[in-house]
T-cell receptor, first 113, second 111 residues
Framework: QQQVKQSPQSLIVQKGGISIINCAYE??????FPWYQQFPGKGPALLIA?????SEKKEGRFTISFNKSAKQFSLHIMDSQPGDSATYFC????????????FGPGTRLSVLP | DGGITQSPKYLFRKEGQNVTLSCEQN?????MYWYRQDPGQGLRLIYY???????QKGDIAEGYSVSREKKESFPLTVTSAQKNPTAFYLC??????????FGQGTRLTVV
């Protein structure tokens, strides 16, 4: 129940295309869902985050869509650029004070020029 | 600048040697974490601490030890009991209700 599933494992997209990464969870106690972007040899950096009281959050070319009833959330990268090539991790955190993070296994995105 | 600082960036360990990885944060976060990342893999939790002088084992604590004597610092020692220590080690900190922030990592190699 603590697991966060993430798909696909890897993704290849042409420049200008839309990249979509999906995550699913079982634990209904999760109430905070951040996405991280990691470049090779670097630490993950927070990209965007959402709580389940909203269905969508957009920051620039990055959008999180959240479906509370299906317990699924996804990251959409519009107008994908070669500089977006990185590994993306979804994560979840429980609503109780001080809960740990549960990370998905990651998606390696390659955007072709 | 607020953030998390890990040092060193690269570390080499001889067989049977203990080594310590440093992690310092000035974000005033209560919680701190250590993760291990193997090539092409996700993040595995080694240890975490939510308050000074207290810490808990994560999923892969064997062969590692930590201390939390100050809120700002959470060093990780990789002991000789860790038989396969070559990996990328990430430290993170968080407040107790929102996102975690990561350091830039330490790459440990056994020589």
């Amino acid at each position: 129940q603590q697991q966060v599933k993430q798909s696909p494992q890897s993704l290849i997209v042409q420049k200008g295309g839309i990249s979509i990464i999906n995550c699913a969870y079982e634990n209904t106690a999760f109430d905070y869902f951040p996405w991280y972007q990691q470049f090779p040899g670097k630490g993950p950096a927070l990209l965007i985050a959402i709580r389940p009281d909203v269905s969508e959050k957009k920051e620039g070319r990055f959008t999180i869509s959240f479906n509370k009833s299906a317990k699924q959330f996804s990251l959409h990268i519009m107008d994908s650029q070669p500089g977006d090539s990185a590994t993306y991790f979804c994560a979840a955190r429980g609503r109780n004070y001080g809960q740990n993070f549960v990370f998905g296994p990651g998606t390696r995105l390659s955007v072709l020029p | 600048d607020g953030g998390i600082t890990q040092s060193p960036k690269y570390l080499f360990r001889k067989e049977g040697q203990n080594v310590t990885l440093s992690c310092e944060q000035n974000l005033n976060h209560d919680a701190m974490y250590w993760y291990r990342q193997d090539p092409g893999q996700g993040l595995r939790l080694i240890y975490y601490s939510q308050i000074v002088n207290d810490f808990q084992k994560g999923d892969i604590a064997e062969g590692y030890s930590v201390s939390r004597e100050k809120k700002e610092s959470f060093p990780l020692t990789v002991t000789s009991a860790q038989k396969n220590p070559t990996a990328f080690y990430l430290c993170a900190s968080a407040d107790l209700v929102t996102e975690a922030f990561f350091g830039q990592g330490t790459r440990l190699t056994v020589v």
